[in-house]
């Protein structure tokens, strides 16, 4: 039992030190290109929507970062006249406006990024299939475990300072 409580241990401080890593890295790359740590958190929700085939609109975008409405559109007021983002419209509303992400923040990601993108590759290229599977399982539902923590912390009415 004391084995395997061990091991939890390690693999929560594994992630705990990832984290807070790639929050490092993040902060270089905002900082390198005159972003706001939140445009960054923007493009990052914006590029994996498109992934995903599911465009964000402004609204769902502000609600993924916690943002007004107001502070929304000055994050992507902002990311747009950079060239970072750009709006759309794409469906038989013109009202509604989806969020893509810009090609020359595309092209910046990918040369910031890209040696990050093969050391990962690198890394992923020693574990099978089966091992890659188990550990996307696993990330899943950490991520799934976090995502409902913070949830629940937005959600809480904030304890009355005296």
């Known amino acids: 039992m004391k084995e395997r409580d061990d091991l939890r241990a390690d693999v929560v401080d594994l992630l705990r030190l990832?984290?807070?890593e790639a929050q490092?890295?993040?902060?270089?790359?905002?900082n390198q290109e005159g972003l706001h740590f939140t445009d960054l958190q923007a493009l990052i929700a914006v590029m994996h929507a498109e992934?995903?085939?599911?465009?964000?609109?402004?609204?769902?975008?502000?609600?993924?970062?916690?943002?007004?409405s107001?502070?929304?559109?000055?994050?992507?007021?902002?990311?747009e006249r950079a060239g970072h983002?750009?709006?759309t419209r794409e469906s038989a509303d013109r009202r509604v406006v989806h969020?893509?992400?810009?090609?020359?923040?595309?092209?910046?990601?990918?040369?910031?990024?890209g040696?990050?993108?093969?050391?990962?590759?690198?890394?992923?290229?020693?574990f099978s299939r089966g091992d890659l599977e188990t550990v996307r399982r696993f990330l899943s539902g950490m991520l799934g475990a976090i995502t409902e923590h913070h949830q629940e912390l937005?959600?809480?009415?904030?304890?009355?300072?005296?």
């Not at 929304?72 to 902002?78: K, L, N, P």
């Not at 040696?115 to 020693?126: H, I, N």
């Not at 937005?154 to 009355?160: G, Q, Y």
Request: overall charge positive.
């Open 18 to 20: 990832y984290s807070i």
């Open 24 to 30: 490092h890295v993040a902060h270089s790359f905002a």
């Open 51 to 68: 992934r995903r085939g599911d465009p964000l609109t402004p609204g769902r975008l502000g609600e993924t970062l916690g943002l007004s």
């Open 70 to 79: 107001g502070a929304t559109t000055a994050v992507i007021d902002r990311l």
């Open 85 to 87: 983002l750009r709006r």
């Open 99 to 113: 969020l893509r992400y810009g090609e020359p923040g595309m092209e910046l990601a990918a040369a910031f990024f």
């Open 115 to 126: 040696p990050l993108g093969r050391r990962s590759q690198k890394v992923m290229d020693e």
């Open 154 to 162: 937005r959600t809480r009415t904030p304890p009355r300072r005296t």
